[in-house]
């Protein structure tokens, strides 16, 4: 592949002729709102309003003059992006899959390349976690950033500064750019200062908050990332070649990724490159980096106190209070930080809330599960919560999405009892396959081959009851899966004959209840078991 330096500079097109397609970057675990934020169900996914950020993100940047978005996310959240992109009805032109996480120049490097057959396209890069309060602001600037887009610029979005903020970095704007209305020459990029240095950035009126928001065409930045990071450039590129391609899906290999020395877009291209430009913007943004940050965004009622959950506050002020499931009540506080989860509690200073990602570095060393797993975890077809566990037994409250089915697969060391609580199952249980009805319930005895499916337009509804000597989740040898966690030697999600375990006489134990409902019409080769064993 040619060095992209050897490209020229993009030729100028008019607006009408050039898209700009949002690369929305689904990376970060956002650990200083735990206990909300966690690894299984990062910041970005969280349903802090009526959507959460990543679907605010991308419902930002939808218009005529903006492309289907692309979207870099790591494989583990692959699943909840798809769902909650469906959710709003959105149809992404692309999913870069990273199976390790490298910061942002290289998931910029990757969608550069992506888009690499359209080359009057812009891209506008974007984090997936923040808030912008004033969208028609945000479009403004990036209609002006676009003029100096066009003409091979690396454009950033400097945010107005409110308070000399000790947390962010700076950008130090230079002269306007002749005619470019709006862009400003960048005279240098600054780390987060302190609070002396902050104040004085304020009072100059010439530094703004860099937003981590970037606009430039693809060959431009390919073009500076070879000036500045050729070795990146090369991985990256190697990474992309080797890449599993399917529709609207690039997952680069473990072994592409593994070589690349992940660097931000700052670090590795702005801070160097004499192409870069500023648009100051003021549209009420915040990254929404700490539970200060979240009351200040968040309505409040007259007492000053923003309220989310079944909470009861009483000579309350000033303060952020959240319960998931349960009464939270306060009496006689102010300024605090108050999150209820089903299995955890913060309760913190305001002014001390940035210090929760401390807090999170302890409980790490402690290996508190806490820190990385919620009560709920989410799978590719639907979730489960654990509602009990004890000695010998675990409770499992199962969702399956509709038209989705669990893997094939079988444990060496449980039991698994299954009631239908809502909906209709197919069970696959050693050699049988039937249905299972509301209220009706089967035994899957340990080491048998088994699968759950749910074939109706409504979520299936499941508590199952482990028991055994091991009830971790490593417990589980999968034999087919339709989401790619297992390959198979048609490559279709499927196992032949060949790959099915020999059955014993061990089978399922079948009990249904009276009477019975009527229930879909039976696939091919599925089977209607009357009352009884299915032996």
Known sequence: MEPYRKIGRPHNTTSKTVKIVPVILCGGAGTRLWPLSRKSLPKQLLRLGKHSLLQETVLRARGDEFAAPLLVCADEYEHLVRDQLTEIACEPARLIVELLGRNTAPAAAMAAMAVADTPDSLLL????????????????????????????????????????????????????????????????????????????????????????????????????????????????????????????????????????????IDYAVMEHTDRAAVVPVRMGWSDVGTWEALWEQTDKDASGNAVKGDVFALETTDSYLHSENKLLVTLGV?????????????????EHSERVKDVVVRLKVDERPEVSHHCVSYRPWGCFKSVDRGDRFHVKQIVVKPGAKLSLQKH????????????????????????????????????????????????????????????????????????????????????????????????????????????????????????????
């Not at 990332?225 to 992309?240: H, I, K, S, V």
């Not at 102010?334 to 305001?350: C, G, H, I, Q």
């Open 125 to 264: 890069v974007m984090p997936s976690d923040h808030y912008i309060h004033d969208n028609a602001a945000f479009i403004a600037a990036v209609r002006e950033g676009a003029s100096a887009a066009r003409e091979g610029m690396l454009v950033s979005f400097g945010i107005e500064p409110t308070t000399p903020h000790t947390g962010y970095g700076y950008i130090h704007a230079g002269t306007p750019l002749e005619g470019k209305p709006g862009c400003l020459a960048v005279e240098r990029f600054v780390e987060k200062p302190d609070a002396r240095a902050a104040q004085d950035y304020l009072l100059t009126g010439e530094y703004y908050w860099n937003g981590g928001i970037f606009l430039f065409s693809p060959q431009a930045f390919l073009q500076e990332l070879a000036a500045f990071r050729p070795d990146m450039l090369a991985a990256c590129q190697e990474a992309f070649a080797g890449a599993k391609r399917q529709p609207g899906r690039l997952a680069p290999t473990m072994e592409g990724y593994k070589v690349i020395e992940g660097d931000s």
């Open 334 to 350: 102010e300024n605090l930080v108050v999150v209820v989860t089903e299995d955890a509690v913060l309760v913190a200073s305001r």
């Open 412 to 535: 060496w060391h449980r039991s698994e009892h299954w009631v239908v609580v809502n909906g209709v199952a197919v069970v696959t249980c050693g050699e049988h396959t039937f249905l299972l009805n509301e209220n009706e319930s089967t035994f899957i005895p340990a080491g048998t081959v088994h699968r759950l499916e749910n074939p109706g337009k409504l979520p299936l509804l499941v508590i199952e009851v482990q028991s055994g000597a091991y009830l971790e989740e490593d417990d589980i040898v999968r034999l087919a899966d339709s989401y790619g966690r297992v390959e198979s030697p048609a490559g279709d999600g499927t196992v032949t004959g060949g790959n099915r375990p020999d059955h014993t006489s061990r089978g399922c134990h079948h009990v249904h209840s009276k009477p019975r409902r009527r229930v879909p019409r039976l696939s091919a080769g599925m089977e209607r078991k009357k009352s009884g064993c299915c032996t």
